[in-house]
């Protein structure tokens, strides 16, 4: 192969990077400014103690609204989440703290980055917005025991009334 063809296919491969790192580029930044996922702002683990739940926050598991926040608070316990609905309006801001009680679960918000696996003393905390009204579903989804399977949360979104 004589020495400018080399370089001419060089050139081509080059150019194949270049474009591919656009690209990512570009669709980095388009899911940013589109904002189709809900992003998460903040996430932390916190401890809570599971044998006292009814002395914290989750002795009223569900949607409270704190000084103009509004947090959702859910404990997975063999085998349901309460609570297992979950109603919040489209466009605002919502904190939601889980929690488990008992055993290892798990929860995954569908459309969304919130993924906590649950352990009973820990609590994951996480902020988004959910714009699009609709129904999210989370399968339990660490292996908890005989009920597993039926173990689910169900998000709801709905428009501001
Ligand atoms: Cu709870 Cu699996």
Redesign the pocket.
């Known amino acids: 192969m004589r020495h400018d063809v080399i370089e001419r296919y060089e050139l081509g491969w080059m150019g194949v990077s270049v474009v591919l790192v656009v690209l990512l580029f570009v669709g980095v930044l388009a899911s940013m400014i589109s904002d189709t996922l809900p992003g998460v702002v903040e996430s932390r683990t916190r401890f809570v103690d599971p044998a006292h739940l009814e002395t914290t926050a989750y002795a009223k598991p569900g949607l409270h609204e704190e000084n103009g926040e509004l947090h959702a608070y859910v404990v997975?316990r063999?085998?349901t989440f309460t609570p297992s609905v979950l109603t919040i309006p489209a466009g605002r801001r919502v904190t939601f703290h889980f929690t488990a009680a008992d055993?290892l679960?798990?929860v995954q918000i569908e459309g969304s980055n919130i993924n906590f696996e649950l352990i009973p003393g820990h609590e994951g905390v996480a902020s988004a917005t959910f714009r699009t009204p609709g129904t999210y579903t989370s399968a339990?989804?660490?292996?908890?025991?005989a009920g597993?399977q039926n173990?689910a949360f169900k998000l709801i979104v709905e428009n501001a009334k």
């Open positions: 997975a063999a085998f055993v679960h798990g339990c989804n660490e292996y908890c025991g597993h173990m």
